[in-house]
């Protein structure tokens, strides 16, 4: 009757801990989802020189990429996506629609290469 109650603990303890990294996995992939949108969206304004709609998405992006990197294992490509995403922002604010625009770009190109 013990061994059979202790088989159920582990068995339990075991599923529950492979759905909680399943979950954390599909958490990271909705957070680079999200931030992969707004980032399209800062793109095509920036592209039509609208700075500050640009900045919002920009920001927007930049927040989900740091909750994917904040749920994940560090990888290399969204810490670059991030740099990235923190440049543009500081080009947006200065005005600066192309060079945000660039830096955006460059951190879709990141941020996809994370997903591989």
């Known amino acids: 009757m013990k061994a059979t109650l202790i088989k159920i603990i582990a068995a339990s303890a075991t ?3 492979l759905s909680m990294q399943v979950y954390a996995a599909g958490s990271i992939a ?3 989802d999200e931030a992969l949108k707004h980032a399209d969206e800062a793109v095509v304004h920036g592209k039509e020189g609208h700075t500050s709609v640009l900045l919002e998405h ?3 992006s930049l927040a989900h990429a740091k ?3 904040s749920e994940g294992e560090g990888n290399a490509h969204i ?3 991030i740099k990235h995403l923190e440049d543009a922002i500081k080009h947006a604010e ?3 629609a192309a060079e945000a625009t660039k830096h ?3 951190a879709i ?3 996809r290469a994370s997903e591989r």
């Open 67 to 69: 909750e994917a990197a």
């Open 94 to 96: 200065e005005g600066h």
């Open 109 to 111: 190109d990141h941020l």
């Open 15 to 17: 599923a529950l801990f």
């Open 79 to 81: 810490v670059h996506g």
């Open 30 to 32: 909705v957070h680079l």
């Open 58 to 60: 920009a920001k927007e």
């Open 104 to 106: 955006v770009e460059e």
